[in-house]
Nanobody
Framework: QVQLVESGGGLVQAGGSLRLSCAASGRTFSGYAMGWFRQAPGKEREFVASIIESGGYTSYADSVKGRFTISRDNAKNTVYLQMNSLKPEDTAVYYC??????????????WGQGTQVTVSS
């Protein structure tokens, strides 16, 4: 069964950093753009960042530009989200997602289970 598994979430103070990881099966990772989404309690899921298969193009939500960095290691079938200067409003469940043959992930066909990020003030 193809799956995406997130890790790296936790509790941090405002201004701190976390790095999220998403481990994928080879069949899912190869040929797919990868992305991160998040959902806070009572709010709809929103796009955070995405990266193409080659890693040569990335896209970010305005709310995280300059603070978050997405990257991938195709040899390890893993995508990362480096989160710096975290704010309380970044608190959410973060989901890894995959979409085939696209530049920016918008309608992914695969989702991970999510990892909780909590930023205290």
């Amino acid at each position: 069964q193809v799956q995406l598994v997130e890790s790296g979430g936790g509790l941090v103070q405002a201004g701190g950093s976390l790095r999220l990881s998403c481990a994928a099966s080879g069949r899912t990772f190869s040929g797919y753009a990868m992305g991160w989404f998040r959902q806070a309690p009572g709010k709809e899921r929103e796009f955070v960042a995405s990266i193409i298969e080659s890693g040569g193009y990335t896209s970010y939500a305005d709310s995280v530009k300059g603070r978050f960095t997405i990257s991938r290691d195709n040899a390890k079938n893993t995508v990362y989200l480096q989160m710096n200067s975290l704010k309380p409003e970044d608190t959410a469940v973060y989901y890894c997602a995959a979409e085939r043959l696209v530049v920016t992930v918008r309608n992914p066909g695969y989702w991970g289970q999510g990892t909780q990020v909590t930023v205290s003030s």
